[in-house]
């Protein structure tokens, strides 16, 4: 199994165990909403009719699996403000990805492809809800949250080159 690290922060973002896809600059994660929490269990005895009613405590919640399971903690952008950051970000990981040893060309590669993806979400912008590592660092990755075609497929996308593999 790999799970997926963010480059500045080492917060766990994602794994190969959901669904995901490579496409231009980044990867799309599939996932989808789990509930958790209150379990029901029927111990098949019959209450009894002196007895007052059991209120139970139902603290079963619905989330999302990926958000869950990487402790993600939703943000807020408008586009003006997120434009600021993605500017930020990318100027940090091209640090990074040079202190990590990558050559110009690979930097410049990656320049490339990350505005290609930039592009699409800044065309979309509306359609996004966004994301934070564990950390809570701002200087971290932010995860996008959007649907598929259908309405109600929920899927992340992630910058490729913002994130390390790390096998498990």
Known sequence: ????????????????????????????????????????????A????????????????????????????QTQFDKKSYMTYIKGYMKDLATKLKELGKSDEEIEAFKKRASELVKKILGNFKDYEFYIGESMNPDGMVALLNYREDGVTPYFTFFKDGVKEQKL
Request: charged share 25%.
């Open 46 to 73: 019959n209450q009894s009719a002196e007895e007052a009613d059991e209120v139970l405590d139902d603290s079963a919640e619905t989330v999302n699996n990926v958000v869950y399971s990487f402790r993600l903690s």
């Open 1 to 44: 199994m790999l799970l997926y690290t963010d480059i500045i922060t080492g917060d766990e973002l994602f794994s190969d165990a959901y669904p995901l896809k490579e496409v231009p600059g980044g990867y799309e994660v599939d996932c989808q909403m789990i509930t958790i929490g209150a379990v029901e269990v029927d111990t098949g």
